[in-house]
Structures are given as C-alpha cells and as structure tokens.
C-alpha cells in the first residue's frame, strides 16, 4: 500500500470509529460515502463492516443501520454498472444463476408462507418479510456485478485496507464498547443494538480473520505481531463478555481455519511431532480426569436429552421438530417467512423461536430443491476456493494472502450455521457477492492467461 492510500484508511477507520461513538447510525453512512465516493476500493471493507458495527448503534432511528446502508449505496452501484461505462460489466452466467435461483425460491416460499400460516400472522407481515428479501437479492446481485467491475487490482486493494484498518478497528470497538456499552447499561452487551448477541458475536469473530492475516504469515515484525494478537485478544474479551457459546466455538474454528489455509496443511516432521505429543498430553489428561468429580458432573449434563436440550439452550428440541416439519412438507417445505418457523415451534415446543440452524431452516421452509439450491451455492464457493487457493500458494502469500481471507470468515460463517439461522443475513451475503465475484474474476484471467495457471 502507498502513503496516500494508508493515510486515506487511517482516516476512513477513524470516521468509522467516530460514528460509532456517536451513536447515531446516519453518520456511518454520510461519514464512509465520502471515500467510496472518491475511491470504489473502499465499498469493500465498508460491506464487510457494516453488519458488525449495525450491532452497536444504540440510539434511535427508524430505519435499520444495515437497511440504510443499502439504500444509499445502490444508486452507486447502479450507476457504476449502468451508466459509468469504463468498465463494461463482465459476470459469469453461473453465479447469475444463483441469485436468480434464490429469488425464485423467495418468490415462491412467500406463496407456500400465506397457505401454512395461521390466523394471527397476517399476510402483510409475510409481503413486509419476502419484500425485504428480495430486495437484498437484488443489491446483493448489483454488489456481486460491481465487484467483477472493481477487477481483480482493485478488490486486492480493498482487502488490504480491510487487513491494514483491522488493528485500530478492533481496538476502537473494544474502546467503544466498555465506553458506550457500560453507558446504556450493556454489562455483557447481551442483544446489544439492533443484534442478537450470539449472531454478532460470531461475525466479529469471523472478521478476525483479517487479524490473524497479520499474525500468521512468516516474515511478520514484532510490531505487527503485537498489535494484532492485543487486538485478537480484546476480541476475546468481547466475546467472553457477551456470553457467547457460538462465539466462544467460533474462536476455535477460526484459529484452526486461520492456521490450514493461512499456513498450508503439509505434514512435515516437527508438526507431526507437535501433534503426537499433544494428542498423547490430551489422552492421558482425559483419561485421569474422567473420574474426577467436576468432569463427573459435567458428563452427567449429557446424560439426558433433557440435559442436553437445556445446556444448547433448547436448540436440540428445536432441530427435532425442524427435521420433524421437513419431513411432513419435503417438497414444498412450509414457507419461506421466519414467522413460519415460530409457529410451527409455539405449536409443538411452546417456544417462539426459529430453528437455530440454517440448513434445517432452508429444508423447513423451502423443503429439498431450497436445501438442494443452498447446498450448490456451498458447492460452488468452496470448489472456487480451492482453485484460488492451488494457484495463490504458489506464490508468496504476502503477495495474494488477502484474497484467501474472506474465504476464512465466510468458512466460519458456514459453521456457526449450524447453530444460528442467518440465511438472508447481510454479512453473509455480502461475503457470497465478494467471493463469486473473486472465483470470477479468477477464472476470467485462467482463460485469459492460462500459462499463468499452470
């Protein structure tokens, strides 16, 4: 990164930073156009960040932080796509298919939604929830066509300020939230913002990726270590604060994510050694522990369905009925409205809450062909990764490491799926828009250049 281009990210993440200590969520939005306006490169850690800050905004205002955002920057986009004609805008046929395919399945789970539900969810409750999807499908379609518009220089870019502002962006929100948070009362920020502790709590993990992009790699200075394993380590204390389980499991998975794609997964003698040892320490500590009377304790929690349904809180109860409703409706599911989903729990749990796994959650509303479409989407980003990862590890990862890491958050994302429903969540789409828009781009310079594939 030249001079210019650090002090522009110094200043953008200290814009980001004071918006938030204002608490008025406008001011993200009029405070970041400024740079995305002057510079498209900064569309791409604004997207990544939106979602996570959204978490923080506290004072009142009528519409969403995240809606907000999507409402000022889809003039830009198109603009960008259908009228700046510099670039003309290139997609790749397949991955159109894939918004085109969701929308449909939108369209038609809304009409499924209004058969299944009961008296007391109105029908204009659904339209509000399907019309709020699909305009996120479009944006997310517009954002996916300007992203392969950037090039692949540009996205670069963009993800080296996103790693270059990871540091003081971790640090600001640790500020931020013992200053905001123990102002509003927010003692362990539990459903602090517009957002759900553990849903947030998982995307600042899964962003930490960026940290970790400054941590792992060889050739790092002290300095760098440093600063990113204090703000890794802050990070931590967030999580442990907000009393987490998916958040504190997120850690775990993002480390070992971090350390295989970030590394490499060769097995060479000394981390063969590493691991024998440790897995010999593990066995032989579990085996004179397992008698003792706190681990007996604690096995006696999962001793039962009932233990166990209470230590996830109630999420085992909750896959039953949602593999138990898919099911009864494998074709058409029961519909596409999270309102549908809560009524169907009330009725057989007595509890209105949604399943708490986003592939139970496609296959309960959507039914086989919305988990069978979920599933390619998955298919396809990870078969990109694998090919933008063959071809990066040939080459020193300082150089083209970047483009790996939202491929890291986004894994870890796929993971806590299991145990959040977040299907039409912004920060996960924004990462599906950014990595087919990279496999694009990818595949695009192999046909191009295929000596430079080989």
């Given at each position: 990164m030249n001079g210019n281009l650090k002090i522009a990210s110094i200043l953008f993440v200290l814009v980001l930073w004071g918006s938030m200590m204002v608490s008025y969520p406008p001011l993200l939005v009029l405070g970041a156009l400024p740079f995305i306006l002057i510079?498209?490169?900064?569309?791409?850690?604004?997207?990544?960040?939106?979602?996570l800050i959204e978490g923080g905004f506290i004072l009142p205002f009528p519409v969403y932080t995240e809606t907000l955002t999507l409402l000022v920057i889809?003039?830009?986009?198109?603009?960008?796509?259908?009228?700046?004609?510099?670039?003309?805008?290139?997609?790749?046929?397949?991955?159109?298919?894939?918004?085109?395919?969701?929308?449909?399945?939108?369209?038609?789970?809304?009409?499924?939604?209004?058969?299944s539900a009961e008296i007391e969810i109105k029908n204009t409750t659904i339209i509000k929830s399907i019309s709020d999807v699909i305009g996120r499908i479009a944006f997310f379609f517009f954002l996916y066509v300007a992203y392969v518009q950037l090039g692949i220089h540009k996205i670069r870019m963009g993800?080296?300020?996103?790693?270059?502002?990871?540091?003081?962006?971790?640090?600001?929100?640790?500020?931020?939230?013992?200053?905001?948070?123990?102002?509003?009362?927010?003692?362990?920020?539990?459903?602090?913002?517009?957002?759900?502790?553990?849903?947030?709590?998982?995307?600042?993990?899964?962003?930490?990726?960026y940290l970790f992009y400054r941590i792992?790699?060889?050739?790092?200075?002290?300095?760098?270590?440093?600063?990113?394993?204090?703000?890794?380590i802050m990070s931590i204390w967030i999580v442990i604060s907000s009393d987490s389980r998916n958040g504190l499991l997120s850690l775990v998975i993002m480390l070992l994510f971090a350390v295989l794609i970030l590394r490499g997964t060769s097995m060479s003698?000394?981390?063969?050694?590493?691991?024998?040892?440790?897995?010999?320490?593990?066995?032989?500590?579990?085996?004179?522990?397992?008698?003792?009377?706190?681990?007996?304790?604690?096995?006696?929690?999962?001793?039962?369905?009932?233990?166990?349904?209470?230590?996830?809180?109630?999420?085992?109860?909750?896959?039953?009925?949602?593999?138990?409703?898919?099911?009864?409706?494998?074709?058409?599911?029961?519909?596409?409205?999270?309102?549908?989903?809560?009524?169907?729990?009330?009725?057989?749990i007595g509890k209105d809450l949604v399943l708490h796994n986003t592939f139970l959650e496609v296959a309960f509303q959507y039914g086989i062909v919305g988990l069978f479409l979920y599933l390619l989407l998955q298919a396809r980003i990870l078969n990109g990764f694998f090919e933008i990862q063959k071809r990066i590890t040939k080459r020193p990862l300082e150089d083209d490491g970047v483009f790996l890491l939202p491929f890291i958050t986004y894994f870890s994302f796929i993971f806590s799926a299991l145990f959040i429903s977040w299907l039409w969540r912004s920060i996960v789409w924004?990462?599906?828009?950014?990595?087919?828009?990279?496999?694009t781009l990818h595949q695009k310079s192999i046909r191009e250049s295929p000596d430079d594939a080989s």
């Open positions: 510079n498209r490169i900064f569309l791409v850690p604004f997207m990544i960040l939106v979602p889809a003039p830009l986009l198109a603009f960008d796509i259908f009228v700046n004609t510099k670039n003309k805008a290139f997609y790749d046929s397949r991955y159109v298919f894939i918004y085109i395919a969701f929308l449909l399945m939108a369209i038609f789970g809304s009409f499924v939604a209004f058969n993800l080296q300020v996103m790693q270059f502002i990871s540091v003081p962006f971790f640090i600001g929100f640790f500020i931020y939230m013992n200053y905001r948070g123990i102002i509003y009362g927010y003692q362990q920020y539990l459903n602090f913002g517009y957002t759900s502790h553990g849903t947030w709590s998982v995307s600042l993990i899964g962003i930490s990726a792992i790699p060889k050739g790092r200075s002290f300095s760098q270590i440093f600063w990113a394993m204090t703000a890794y003698a000394p981390r063969a050694l590493v691991l024998f040892f440790a897995g010999l320490a593990s066995f032989i500590f579990v085996i004179n522990s397992w008698n003792k009377p706190l681990v007996v304790e604690f096995r006696h929690q999962f001793s039962s369905s009932e233990a166990l349904d209470e230590f996830s809180n109630s999420r085992t109860s909750l896959w039953a009925i949602g593999i138990r409703g898919f099911l009864e409706k494998p074709l058409t599911g029961h519909g596409g409205a999270p309102q549908i989903t809560r009524q169907y729990a009330r009725k057989y924004g990462h599906i828009s950014l990595l087919l828009a990279i496999i």
